[in-house]
């Protein structure tokens, strides 16, 4: 109680300086805060369908337990961080149900600062909103072009080169 009326009835240029320190820090720590939302198959397809004519977009499927997804996983947050105003990249992880936390933990190492997705959907329906193309294995990664088209669809590991290569022909396509 003192330091509430401590805070509340002087009015010092430290305390106002400590005070909005304060609020600098904790509105820094929620800057570029990363969140992690489960999605199924219909919502992807309407998440995709929202940046058509808007952005390309790189959509990966991926999971901690996945080394080639690991492996590239860098990369495209590397790629999102250079194209950031003409790609939205969707990550969404496969990882097993009950392993929210190793996701949430990975994504913070990599500093993923945007919202990303945790597959909570029968494989067969998700593999299908994906691509027709899709076998299931990962990591898988679709690039559409602003207009929604599909500039490429593979699975397995690309490299930035690859990802830079696909990212600036989605972009450039109209």
Not at 17 to 28: D, E, H, K, N
Not at 55 to 71: E, F, Y
Not at 145 to 169: H, M, N, P, Q, R
Request: hydrophobic share 40%; aromatic share 10%; proline share 3%.
């Amino acid at each position: 109680m003192q330091c509430y009326n401590f805070v509340n009835t002087h009015n010092s240029p430290i305390m106002r300086c400590l005070l909005s320190c304060g609020l600098v820090i904790s509105i820094a720590m929620n800057v570029g805060a990363q969140s992690l939302e489960d999605i199924d198959g219909e919502k992807l397809k309407t998440l995709v369908a929202s940046y058509k004519n808007k952005s390309a977009v790189l959509v990966n499927v991926w999971a901690t337990w996945c080394a080639p997804c690991v492996k590239e996983f860098p990369e495209i947050v590397k790629l999102q961080k250079a194209l950031k105003d003409e790609l939205q990249v969707i990550f969404i992880s496969a990882d097993f149900p009950g392993s929210k936390s190793d996701v949430e933990e990975f994504l913070s190492k990599q500093n993923v600062g945007w919202t990303t997705y945790f597959k909570n959907d029968n494989d067969q329906r998700f593999i299908n909103a994906l691509s027709e193309k899709w076998t299931g294995a990962l990591p898988a990664t679709l690039i559409l072009a602003k207009d929604g088209s599909e500039v490429k669809f593979t699975e397995g590991l690309l490299t930035y080169e690859e990802f830079e290569k696909y990212a600036k022909i989605a972009i450039s396509t109209e």
